[in-house]
């Protein structure tokens, strides 16, 4: 149980245009979603959380009309980084916790190149 | 502040040496501790949650213990294909669950 997805796992696109990354939890529902940015040999930054059905809080530093998030519905979020730049090119992860749970289950990632 | 350590950064150790990973953690007010493991280019993959002193819980070869102040993550004889890196991370009770995590050891298991 617990199993979380994302799509796609490898994008490579051109400077100026915009990727979306989707993320589903596959077999319960995701009340809380984070999407996390990590770094080559770092921890984990996390960008934002997202309640279902709300906006979506965003860390300090991170530019909101950058990355837009999208938590629709129990299953499904997705982040979007507009206008992509080089340094934009990371690894995204995505996790999700369920009602009443405390734990974070990750997706695989989406390594994101921007030429 | 709230501020996760992990000790050592990196680990390497014989197949079948066993060992322990240490994780500090000052928070007021633990909502609960995680281990994760990650594998080079994957999403973390869940281990166990810890949230009072004294508990201690078990995985095939992996045992994590909690105490007030600390975290370690017991490797009983370990294989080469425990070698990864292994994330320790805490949520404080106030907190919308959000995770502080430690840099991480790199554990490296050689034949």
């Known amino acids: 149980g617990a199993v979380v997805s994302q799509h796609p796992s490898r994008v490579i696109c051109k400077s100026g245009t915009s990727v979306k990354i989707e993320c589903r939890s596959l077999d319960f529902q995701a009340t809380t979603m984070f999407w996390y940015r990590q770094f080559p040999k770092q921890s984990l930054m996390l960008m934002a959380t997202?309640?279902?059905?709300?906006?979506?809080?965003?860390e300090q530093g991170v530019e909101k009309d950058k990355f837009l998030i999208n938590h629709a519905s129990l299953t499904l979020s997705t982040l979007t980084v507009t206008s992509a730049h080089p340094e934009d090119s990371s690894f995204y992860i995505c996790s999700a916790r369920g009602l009443l749970q405390e734990t974070q289950y990750f997706g695989p990632g989406t390594r994101l190149l921007v030429l | 502040e709230d501020q996760v350590t992990q000790s050592p950064e990196a680990l390497r150790l014989q197949e079948g040496e066993s060992s322990s990973l240490n994780c500090s953690y000052t928070v007021s007010g633990l909502r609960g501790l995680f281990w994760y493991r990650q594998d080079p280019g994957k999403g973390p993959e869940f281990l166990f949650t810890l949230y009072s002193a004294g508990e201690e819980k078990e995985k095939e070869r992996l045992k994590a213990t909690l105490t007030k102040k600390e975290s370690f993550l017991h490797i009983t004889a370990p294989k080469p294909e425990d070698s990864a890196t292994y994330l320790c991370?805490?949520?404080?009770?106030?907190?919308?669950?959000?995770?502080?995590w430690g840099a991480g050891t790199k554990l490296i298991i050689k034949p």
């Open positions: 997202s309640n279902e059905g709300s906006k979506a809080t965003y």
């Open positions: 991370a805490v949520a404080h009770m106030d907190s919308n669950y959000q995770l502080i």
